[in-house]
Every structure is written in structure tokens, then in C-alpha cells.
């Protein structure tokens, strides 16, 4: 079966860069979510969008921008990186039928030097 | 505003014997429940879910959560602990309100380590 796609899988960036994380979420899914885990940490939501609309925001930093496409892709663009944005970001994905199920995908690890 | 503690932040077991991982939560509303499990260096794998049917849910390999309410606590058991078990496992909780799909509300994670 169809994942939860990203990419890329592994970032390195240096301080005041910008980066962009892809997720594609599973065909049919409408809900798409973003979580950053920081080392050894439980990951924190940052965002989610549902229908190409942002549905909730969590701690997401004012440097950080979202979207949703209408093919139901998203992006996060991550702007004046700093050393502590490095962690592994996770996207999940939801259909509206399956209610409150998320599926993750495996993470793109951004490291800041 | 929801929440999950783990009571636990690393669970050691021998293989053959029994698991038990807890999870205390704290909702205002009707809490949908969930453990997930990490492997090192990989994504997060739904292991089951509790959203107010059957309070005693079965997931994958062998695992199995109770929620009670009266206790708050939605706890992780398997009968038999594997090597292969050996990973984070992380108490989620994602409020019900709406008919919206909610964000998560990860715990701290509990490490559990599987000895020969």
C-alpha cells in the first residue's frame, strides 16, 4: 500500500539558510500534518492543513511558512535556520472517512551546522 | 487542554515476559487515545487507537490497550515481549470536538529494551 512520502530524507544546512520539506500524503488523503522532533524529544505539532486550508497551528515559528497544494502535497519552508531547528520533521496524512487516524511518513532529518 | 504522561521513561523486560507500558492522559473532552511506536532511526508506526468504542483494543503484533476511565489511563501490555519490540513507544492523545481531526499530543516516550 501507498505511504506517506518525503523528501528528502536527509538535509544539511548551515545557519541563516533556507530549506523546503516535501510531503506527499497518502492517495485520497485530505488532511496533511507536520511534526518536528527535536534529539531524544517527542515530537511537537507544527501544523496542519486540511482542503488546502490551514486547520490548526501548533508551535510553529514565525520563520517557518506552510502550504497545501491542490494535489494535496504540502510544503514547509523553513527560513534563518538555526542550529536548534535541527530535529527530524515528520509528516502525517489523514483521510476525513477514517477519522483521527494518522499516518506518518519517515521523516526528512535537517541538520543545521 | 488535553495531555499524556508516561509514567515510565525506559521499560526493561527479558524476552518471554510480559510488557506493560503506562499512560495517564487528561482531557476535557472525549479523548481519542493512540500508541505509536519508533524505531531507531525510522518514522512512527500506529500500533492501535481508542476512539469510545470497545474500551480494551487490540493492535498489531500482539499488543493491547485498556482505556479506563475512571483511572484516566490507557495503558500497553503484550503477553510476550520480542527482540524485535525493543523501540520508543510514545501515549498519544488527539481531542474529539467538531467532528475536526485534531493534532496529536505526543507523551515523552517510554524506551523499552528487550534482554535475551
Known amino acids: 500500500a501507498a505511504g506517506v512520502i518525503q523528501s528528502p530524507r536527509h538535509l544539511i544546512k548551515e545557519k541563516r539558510e533556507t530549506a523546503t520539506l516535501k510531503c506527499y500524503p497518502i492517495?485520497?488523503?485530505?488532511?496533511v500534518y507536520w511534526y518536528q522532533q527535536g534529539p531524544g524529544q517527542d515530537p511537537q505539532f507544527l501544523i496542519s492543513f486540511y482542503e488546502k486550508m490551514q486547520s490548526d497551528k501548533g508551535s510553529i515559528p514565525d520563520r517557518f511558512s506552510a502550504q497545501q497544494f491542490s494535489d494535496y502535497h504540502s510544503e514547509l519552508n523553513m527560513s534563518s535556520l538555526e542550529l536548534g531547528d535541527s530535529a527530524l520533521y515528520f509528516c502525517a496524512s489523514s483521510a476525513t472517512e477514517k477519522y483521527n487516524e494518522q499516518f506518518f511518513g519517515p521523516g526528512t532529518r535537517l541538520t543545521v551546522l | 487542554a488535553q495531555s499524556v504522561t508516561q509514567l515510565d521513561s525506559h521499560v526493561s523486560v527479558s524476552e518471554g515476559t510480559p510488557v506493560l507500558l503506562r499512560c495517564n492522559y487528561s482531557?476535557?473532552?472525549?479523548?481519542?487515545l493512540f500508541w505509536y511506536v519508533q524505531h531507531p532511526n525510522k518514522g512512527l508506526q500506529l500500533l492501535l487507537k481508542?476512539?469510545?468504542?470497545?474500551?480494551l483494543v487490540k493492535g498489531i503484533n500482539g499488543f493491547e490497550a485498556e482505556f479506563k476511565k475512571s483511572e484516566t489511563s490507557f495503558h500497553l501490555t503484550k503477553p510476550s515481549a520480542h527482540m524485535s519490540d525493543a523501540a520508543e513507544y510514545f501515549c498519544?492523545?488527539?481531542?474529539?470536538?467538531?467532528?475536526?481531526?485534531?493534532?496529536?499530543?505526543f507523551g515523552k516516550g517510554t524506551k523499552l529494551s528487550v534482554k535475551p
Open positions: 498519544v492523545v488527539s481531542e474529539s470536538y467538531g467532528g475536526s481531526q485534531g493534532n496529536l499530543i
Open positions: 492517495p485520497r488523503h485530505d488532511t
Open positions: 482531557s476535557s473532552y472525549s479523548p481519542s
Open positions: 481508542y476512539t469510545s468504542a470497545a474500551t
